[in-house]
């Protein structure tokens, strides 16, 4: 039987923010107009909850470590906007997202957050500082890391093998991936659908495993057992930008900003 956690315990109290410590309220948002039903929330919140419960129970002081570390980041990016300042600020809602994922149970994405602070500040923080042309900076940056880390061969003989006329550059770089063609002789790579034409070969093709090839030039073939197999892109899967923010972060506002896209 369940254990409910006791009224004394802070955690079983949920409310309400108050719309002051928003930066952009809009509506009443304190009387519902569509309630999710009980068995959705549950299905939704039950196991996550279970989970965050269960993890601050034994692990407070790193949840505490965690939340301070994010707090010191935020009084670290200060209010000069200098070229960290965007990054800095981006990267913060991924510190805080991580926490959260991890108390809830979702360590892939806990990890996933990280890297994209990593990413946010780094990547970021270049294109602030040479914004016109990273190339620039990057030469200057290479030269100076090589200077400072690298070393002398042993041997000062150039062993790399020279090309043969066999050796196709693009054929042993290119990425291979293996997909499954369905009945209506399509198949999904890259978010986007592929539609193999319908030759006898590609037909007797339905229900088996075939090889997508990603060339590093951009262009992509797809093929069995060596033979190309004629295609066209037949639809994008959609999806959302990555870089589209909600600001105040509600479901609501969410909603209504995909409803525009």
């Avoid at 309400?16 to 569509?34: C, I, K, Q």
């Avoid at 993890?55 to 965690?66: Q, V, W």
């Avoid at 892939?108 to 946010?120: E, I, M, Q, V, Y």
């Avoid at 063609?181 to 539609?195: G, H, I």
Wanted: charged share 25%.
């Amino acid at each position: 039987m369940p254990k409910c956690k006791s009224v004394k315990d802070f955690r079983s109290l949920q409310k309400l923010r108050p719309d002051e410590v928003f930066v952009y309220v809009t509506g009443d948002r304190w009387r519902p107009t569509d309630l999710v039903r009980k068995r959705v929330w549950r299905g939704i919140m039950h196991l996550p909850d279970d989970v965050a419960l269960t993890t601050s129970n034994h692990h407070g002081k790193h949840l505490r470590a965690l939340y301070t570390l994010w707090s010191a980041w935020v009084e670290a990016i200060g209010e000069n906007e200098d070229a960290l300042f965007g990054a800095m600020l981006d990267a913060t809602d991924c510190f805080q997202s991580s926490t959260f994922d991890a108390l809830h149970g979702y360590y892939r994405s806990a990890l996933s957050n990280l890297r994209t602070a990593l990413d946010l500040v780094a990547i970021g923080t270049v294109g602030n500082l040479t914004p016109t042309d990273p190339n620039a900076w990057l030469s200057g940056f290479v030269e100076d890391y090589n200077k400072r880390f690298g070393r002398a061969p042993a041997n000062a003989k150039d062993l790399h093998r020279p090309l043969t006329e066999g050796d196709d550059l693009d054929e042993i770089l290119a990425w291979r991936e293996e997909r499954s063609v369905t009945r209506n002789l399509t198949l999904r790579y890259d978010r986007m659908m592929l539609l193999l034409d319908p030759t006898p070969f590609a037909r007797g093709l339905a229900g088996k495993k075939v090889e997508v090839v990603n060339y590093p030039d951009g262009r992509f073939a797809v093929r069995h057992e060596g033979a190309a197999l004629p295609f066209r892109v037949f639809d994008k899967i959609q999806t959302v930008a990555p870089g589209a923010i909600v600001e105040n972060k509600r479901l609501g506002a969410a909603l209504a900003f995909a409803r525009e896209l």
